[in-house]
């Protein structure tokens, strides 16, 4: 998808605070393309905040019903471990940092987890216990990672004929399989599934049915930054 194919999410962290493009300058994951699209964070927020672009294509904004999206997630070496966490996101209830969605992405730690999270951008992945109905988090990965970790993760949000939202993590091993071939996707290891019942009894509130998907960072501190690749959204039909 080129640059016009996406729009930032309303009330995003202004470009002189979180300064964002495609760059040539950047590494990038295995079998990459030429470029990539980063965030670095140029001062400190007034108050922790996101931005956040999603897909702005003729049925995606929104999707009526469930979706899948893939892509290359980094949290690129910053000037501290911790205050930020990139992610992508589904089912955005809204064109805005504050409305929620689900969150797949990398927890803002040391050594961090990968986390699924029922949420806004502008609140970010804290990396938490999962606590749906406290916090949001749905689901943690087993293991933790060190930073500058390239991860090739999938998040697909079926809606079934119920109204329960089955959600699925899936991650691709990038030196195994990289970019120029085919994915291999299995399970994440301690996210293989939440299943978001239409009672909002599981996640506290009622699933997610329908919305907008994108990729985004949530920023706290300064020198924070993370890079994004092959980023690829689907429909459910």
Known sequence: MSSTDWTFLTNSLAAGVVDRGATTGIARPPGGGNFLYGFNSLSVPAAPGAVGLFTNQVNFAPHAKGVSIRGCV???????????SPFFFACLQGAEVTHEGYLLGCGDDDPYRLILRKGAPANGLPDLVPAPAANGILLRSGAGFAQDTWHHLRLDVIVNVNGDVLLQCFENDLDANP??????????????????????INSGSAPFTSGRSGFGIHVEDVTRRAAFDHIQVFRQQ
């Open 74 to 84: 980094k949290r690129l070496p910053s000037g501290g471990p911790t205050g930020f």
């Open 179 to 200: 970019l120029s071939g085919a994915p291999v996707w299995t399970p994440i290891v301690g996210m293989e599934e939440f299943i978001d019942d239409t009672l909002g």
